[in-house]
């Protein structure tokens, strides 16, 4: 499977995170901004930026002279047979804490082995996930998570993957011409988040974000009852704003 060339995603702003988290770690008493600056080559306000996202996350802790040191999620990432544990806690309270920034149900989709998965869901009674009538696999045309997995991959692997899933009518919205939706998954532009609008269920709305680290395929996605249609343009661009912690917790 290849990926389709001009790819975005957040992934540079984690590439640059991943930097300076190694040269902090090679500190051990704590480093100063400055010196930060001078070791990672990154300008005063992306290392200010970065830094406040690590500490946000608890990567990274301030000490009373202003340097830097690790925090205690990168102390239980290192802490041997705990790391897978301690990495899907920080991927669930990741989840968690962007569910409540948007508003909405959100979701983690992946692209493995010539299939569309979606491994992780943060929903509550009040934000409740999208009612899976169709298995997710089955209906990647017809969803946002599916249509922003598709978009990643080149020509070849989207051929392939129609040629595997018929693309079926669930709603009067969905689109199930094959040359229509390689059509729209070619020619999308890869910084504009991909929605689904009643395409999978009468009723609801969706939206995905890439979430691209070297050959994995992945997006972040959201869900909202049409009633709140209104707010998907706006949780659509904080989705997307706020993708670089959850991906930064899939590659630690």
């Given at each position: 499977?290849?990926?389709?060339?001009?790819?975005?995603?957040?992934?540079?702003?984690?590439?640059?995170?991943?930097?300076?988290?190694?040269?902090?770690?090679?500190?051990?008493?704590?480093?100063l901004?400055?010196?930060?600056?001078?070791?990672?080559?990154?300008?005063?306000?992306?290392?200010?930026?970065?830094?406040?996202?690590?500490?946000?996350?608890?990567?990274?802790?301030?000490?009373?002279?202003?340097?830097?040191?690790?925090?205690?999620?990168?102390?239980?990432?290192?802490?041997?047979?705990?790391r897978?544990?301690?990495?899907?806690?920080?991927?669930?309270?990741?989840?968690d804490?962007?569910?409540?920034?948007?508003?909405?149900?959100?979701?983690?989709?992946?692209?493995?082995?010539?299939?569309?998965?979606?491994?992780?869901?943060?929903?509550?009674?009040?934000?409740?996930?999208?009612n899976?009538?169709?298995?997710?696999?089955?209906?990647?045309h017809?969803?946002?998570?599916?249509?922003?997995?598709?978009?990643?991959?080149?020509?070849?692997?989207?051929?392939?993957?129609?040629?595997?899933?018929?693309?079926?009518?669930?709603?009067?919205?969905?689109?199930?011409?094959?040359?229509?939706?390689?059509?729209?998954?070619?020619?999308?532009?890869?910084?504009?988040?991909?929605?689904?609008?009643?395409?999978?269920?009468?009723?609801?709305?969706?939206?995905?974000?890439?979430?691209?680290?070297?050959?994995?395929?992945?997006?972040?996605?959201?869900?909202?009852?049409?009633?709140?249609?209104?707010?998907?343009?706006?949780?659509?661009?904080?989705?997307?704003?706020?993708?670089?912690?959850?991906?930064?917790?899939?590659?630690?």
């Amino acid at each position: 499977m290849a990926l389709r060339s001009g790819v975005t995603a957040p992934f540079h702003s984690v590439r640059y995170a991943l930097r300076l988290l190694e040269t902090i770690a090679e500190s051990s008493e704590g480093a100063l901004e400055a010196e930060l600056t001078r070791r990672t080559g990154l300008s005063p306000g992306r290392l200010g930026e970065l830094l406040r996202l690590l500490q946000q996350e608890g990567y990274v802790h301030r000490l009373r002279d202003g340097s830097w040191t690790s925090g205690e999620a990168m102390a239980l990432l290192n802490s041997g047979g705990d790391r897978r544990r301690a990495r899907e806690e920080k991927l669930r309270q990741s989840l968690d804490r962007l569910r409540r920034e948007v508003g909405a149900a959100v979701y983690i989709g992946r692209y493995t082995d010539g299939e569309m998965t979606v491994p992780h869901v943060s929903s509550t009674p009040e934000m409740p996930a999208v009612n899976q009538w169709v298995e997710f696999r089955s209906a990647a045309h017809a969803t946002a998570i599916g249509k922003c997995l598709l978009g990643q991959l080149d020509h070849d692997g989207r051929r392939d993957h129609f040629s595997r899933h018929r693309a079926a009518r669930l709603t009067s919205r969905t689109i199930t011409d094959r040359r229509a939706l390689l059509t729209t998954l070619e020619h999308h532009p890869a910084s504009m988040p991909m929605l689904d609008l009643q395409e999978y269920a009468v009723g609801t709305v969706c939206a995905a974000v890439p979430l691209t680290a070297g050959a994995s395929v992945g997006c972040l996605a959201l869900s909202l009852p049409l009633r709140q249609g209104y707010r998907l343009r706006e949780a659509a661009e904080t989705l997307n704003r706020e993708a670089a912690p959850t991906l930064l917790s899939l590659v630690l």
